[in-house]
């Protein structure tokens, strides 16, 4: 064989190599999903409804109320509980944001994997009385009309109506029932900690 011969053999060699690294390196967070998303046991069911397909993360214009300029994509490598409503934050509002601040809290060192962030999707300033509530999530002026094309509400309810939630691989893949009750908290919660369970081995807290 010539020279040429040996590289092209080399060369296809050290292809299958990087293919074999690049698939055991993403095995996990393949094997995490395919437990999630297609190795359902019997009698398990999700109380949110699973987005397919999944929806990335777009490159939408935010504003934060410290007046910080940024895009939506920056958020990714963390679990993303989001709320959507304007600044006057009404009564749906108000509740969302409870059960996102409970949810949260709930999964207990689990936790700081997942940020609860409100998308504000109008110019109306965020009332004073909710700040201290907010202290520890993620504010994000939006512009409504960047939303419409990536959140979806269910048939006959507003995109205020739902928690959504984002995974660290930053794509939209599941949103929960509208006008969420506390007996609809705790099935929300089951399916955080199964998702949480399944990407144990991929995903760690922090960005």
């Not at 060369?11 to 996990?28: D, F, H, I, N, Q």
């Not at 999903?33 to 397909?53: A, C, M, S």
């Not at 214009?61 to 963390?78: F, I, P, S, V």
Request: aromatic share 6%.
């Amino acid at each position: 064989m010539d020279g040429s011969g040996t590289r092209s053999a080399d060369t296809r060699s050290g292809r299958w190599k990087m293919m074999l690294v690049l698939l055991v390196c993403a095995s996990p967070v393949i094997a995490s999903y395919l437990t999630y998303y297609v190795v359902k046991p019997e009698g398990r069911r999700n109380f949110g409804e699973l987005i397919d397909p999944q929806r990335p993360l777009p490159a939408i214009a935010t504003l934060g109320l410290d007046g910080k300029a940024g895009q939506l994509t920056e958020l990714k490598n963390q679990w993303l509980l989001l709320n959507v409503a304007g600044g006057n934050c009404d009564l749906r509002c108000e509740q969302n944001l409870y059960f996102q601040r409970q949810l949260r809290e709930s999964l207990g060192r689990e936790k700081e994997r997942l940020d609860r962030v409100w998308l504000v999707n109008d110019n109306a300033a965020v009332r004073a009385a909710l700040l201290p509530a907010l202290t520890h999530a993620t504010v994000l002026r939006v512009q409504a009309d960047d939303l419409a094309p990536w959140l979806e509400p269910a048939s006959g309810k507003r995109l205020e109506d739902h928690l959504y939630l984002v995974d660290p691989l930053g794509n939209l893949m599941m949103r929960f029932p509208a006008d969420m009750d506390a007996a609809a908290a705790a099935k929300a919660k089951r399916d955080l900690d199964r998702l949480l369970r399944a990407s144990g081995s991929w995903d760690k807290e922090g960005r």
